[in-house]
């Protein structure tokens, strides 16, 4: 057998899986979300952009389009929480890391372990713990009198704050590990010489490590940013499921509201989200590679 | 006085930043104080949880007679135990064939394709799968449930495996090709043993992935088949309980004990 067929026989199972789970299902998707709604579940065969406007327009009773922001609100939100915890996970993922890497041998891997064990917890579980914390007359409420700290609080849970608490504990390990390879695999004379040079800690760090750390930074930010846009837990159980994001407002469309069309057509928007991300990121990438030569 | 000689000679030390160490110090703590409080409060005898009341093991007592979890854990076993087993049968396939040979922008994209289900948040693929499966007509839950959690289980079994294949160099099996042993021979014998420690490592986190996925289970599961988390969420809907409390201690045990061996058999040369 020549390398090239046993190669093609090799990849074909994971090929095969692939096409028929993944990107045939996604392209049914797109057809559906091209469809008319029925509302009594599933969809009709007839082509209409409707879903798609229902993004963006409502009829009021006039049956004119009228501009509603209800779903506008809840992609806004999906993209600021999902930003606000990629960024909160680098500035904590980020020294966290570095320490680490200083550490001595022996003592690395146990840290690296502690880092990724939580991870392997179930999500669920890690989700109710904070609701165990945050819920009222929750350990966290009941100790912050205990101390007499304050009488009464409004509910911790159920606001932005704690889906971000949540979305941070959920994802953060993702930050560190890609961050801590590359750190890894900084030259330590590179620090020596900025010191000898009589650069500052603050300019070490912002003109040596970070810029060499990029790489690790980037991917780190890709790992928790888009598991964030499609989380659906947090917003559900952190958020008391009224401050929705497009997770749970997809799975809505096909459980509760039945309406599949557009539900897909919130499908294919949050691909695209992810898509031009991504996209923005290779091209930013491409481009320092073509500064560094 | 030597760390004092060292202080003046490395006032310019500019690799350490002093701050660091207290923030990773926090940043443990908030790791796991969330798991320290469960495990604590499943002890409690109280009915309400968060009034300690004296210690009691009788809201694990409850757990394990509680049928409908039992059940739900028997789904969610076997389900994981098929998926794993066809998702690292494909993966040690894929990474044998993508890691021989040289042609390197083909197996880049062959590299992707295998590792898709990493790439897009899980609801998409939830969604599609769902759909796919109402439009083909699969009513048998645990069979939805096989089949989706084989696809996203493929990529976690692949880069361990594959991580383990590149770090081997193919000496021996040359030498078990140029004693005339059929490929099949040098696979058994000679590669598989090998990189048993890849095929372990990755069967094992595909096997806790598969335990702990709520949003496709939660999307694609009915037709008489509720895994483990999914009946854990509705408990949560409901609200705190102790009874929770001790059956999440119980499923964090369980989740540690797969994944040690597995990490350490990942980091192992």
């Keep these: 057998m020549s390398k090239l067929t046993m190669r093609f026989w090799g990849v074909l199972p994971a090929y095969t899986v692939m096409i028929l789970l993944m990107i045939i299902p996604l392209g049914i998707i797109f057809y559906v979300s091209l469809m008319t709604s029925d509302p009594y579940g599933g969809y009709k065969p007839l082509f209409s952009l409707e879903s798609y406007t229902q993004i963006l327009y409502n009829y009021d009773w006039d049956n004119n389009l009228e501009l509603n922001f209800q779903y506008l609100l809840i992609i806004g939100r999906t993209i600021l929480l999902s930003l606000s915890t990629a960024i909160l996970c680098l500035l904590i993922g980020f020294p966290v890391a570095y320490y680490i890497s200083r550490q001595r041998k022996e003592v690395k891997p146990v840290l690296l372990y502690l880092v990724t064990l939580p991870f392997w917890v179930s999500m669920v579980v890690r989700v109710y713990a904070w609701v165990l914390i945050l819920s009222n007359d929750g350990v966290l409420e009941s100790g912050l009198r205990l101390f007499g700290f304050v009488d009464d609080i409004d509910s911790l849970l159920y606001n932005n704050g704690a889906m971000l608490t949540g979305m941070i504990y959920s994802y953060i390990p993702l930050m560190i590990l890609p961050i801590y390879a590359s750190i890894e695999k900084l030259d330590p004379r590179l620090l020596e010489a900025a010191g000898d040079l009589y650069s500052t800690r603050i300019q070490t760090l912002y003109r040596v490590i970070i810029p060499l750390c990029k790489a690790g930074i980037v991917s780190g930010f890709i790992l928790v940013f888009v598991p964030c846009l499609g989380t659906v837990l947090e917003p559900i159980l952190l958020g008391g499921g009224k401050t929705m994001m497009m997770g749970n407002l997809i799975q809505n469309q096909f459980g509760v509201s039945r309406n599949w069309s557009f539900g897909a057509s919130l499908t294919i928007l949050l691909l695209c989200i992810v898509l031009i991300f991504l996209f923005l990121q290779a091209r930013r990438a491409a481009k320092l590679n073509q500064g560094a030569n | ?269």
Aim: proline share 4%; with cysteine; hydrophobic share 55%.
């Design chain 2, 1 to 269: 006085m030597g760390r004092l000689l060292s202080f003046f000679i490395n006032k310019n030390d500019v690799s350490r930043y002093p701050g660091f160490g207290i923030i990773t110090l926090l940043f443990f703590l908030f790791l796991y104080l969330p798991i320290m409080v469960i495990i604590a409060f499943s002890f409690n005898e109280n009915k309400i949880v968060s009034v300690w009341n004296g210690f009691s093991t009788k809201w694990y007592t409850s757990a394990i007679n509680n049928q409908t979890l039992v059940d739900s854990l028997q789904v969610s076993l076997t389900v994981a135990f098929i998926s794993t087993f066809i998702a690292t049968v494909i993966a040690v396939s894929a990474a044998l064939a993508l890691t021989r040979g040289d042609d390197i922008k083909n197996k880049n994209f062959s590299i992707m394709v295998v590792n898709l289900p990493l790439m897009l948040p899980e609801i998409v693929f939830a969604v599609a799968i769902l759909i796919l499966f109402s439009l083909l007509g699969v009513q048998n839950g645990m069979l939805k449930l096989i089949l989706a959690h084989t696809c996203f289980c493929i990529p976690f079994a692949f880069l361990p495996i594959r991580a383990r294949l590149q770090g081997m160099n193919n000496n021996l099996e040359h030498a078990s090709q140029d004693l005339y042993a059929t490929p099949w021979v040098t696979f058994r014998r000679i590669t598989l043993p090998l990189i048993m420690p890849g095929v372990f490592a990755g069967g094992m986190l595909s096997f806790v992935i598969s335990m702990d996925d709520f949003i496709t289970s939660n999307i694609v599961s009915g037709g008489g088949a509720t895994t483990l988390p999914v009946y854990i969420f509705s408990l949560v809907k409901q609200g705190v309980s102790p009874e929770l409390n001790a059956i999440s201690t119980l499923i964090m045990v369980a989740s540690l004990l797969i994944a040690t061996p597995a990490l350490y058999f990942a980091t192992k040369k």
